[in-house]
Nanobody
Framework: QVQLVESGGGLVQPGGSLRLSCAAS????????MAWYRQAPGKQRELVAR???????DYAASVKDRFTISRDNAKNTVYLQMNSLKPEDTAVYYC??????????????WGQGTQVTVSS
């Protein structure tokens, strides 16, 4: 069974920084991409950033140059460094991983979500 455990959310003032982490565990055979999504109240869930096994990244236009996604393949962990945070970054952030587990069954997994609140 695969589990994604997120950490690092919280309350921060505008202009501040936070670092989110998401560790995948269980009977994992291979991980393709790892990503972060977010969902603000009353809005649809949106992709924030994604990183492939090889390290290629892509970002939402609203976070480019402020957020950095990275991963540690040895630890099956993905990080999201968030700088220059704005009130509009307030949302629940979800980890998303596409991996193969068990008998090479590929599918997406989601974390439980971690709240990020940017407010003075």
């Amino acid at each position: 069974q695969v589990q994604l455990v997120e950490s690092g959310g919280g309350l921060v003032q505008p202009g501040g920084s936070l670092r989110l982490s998401c560790a995948a565990s269980g009977n994992i055979l291979s991980i393709n991409y790892m990503a972060w999504y977010r969902q603000a109240p009353g809005k649809q869930r949106e992709l924030v950033a994604r990183i492939t096994f090889a390290g290629s990244t892509d970002y939402a236009a609203s976070v480019k140059d402020r957020f950095t996604i990275s991963r540690d393949n040895a630890k099956n962990t993905v990080y999201l460094q968030m700088n220059s945070l704005k009130p509009e970054d307030t949302a629940v952030y979800y980890c998303n991983v596409y991996l193969a587990a068990g008998s090479w069954s590929w599918r997406e997994y989601w974390g439980q979500g971690t709240q990020v609140t940017v407010s003075s």
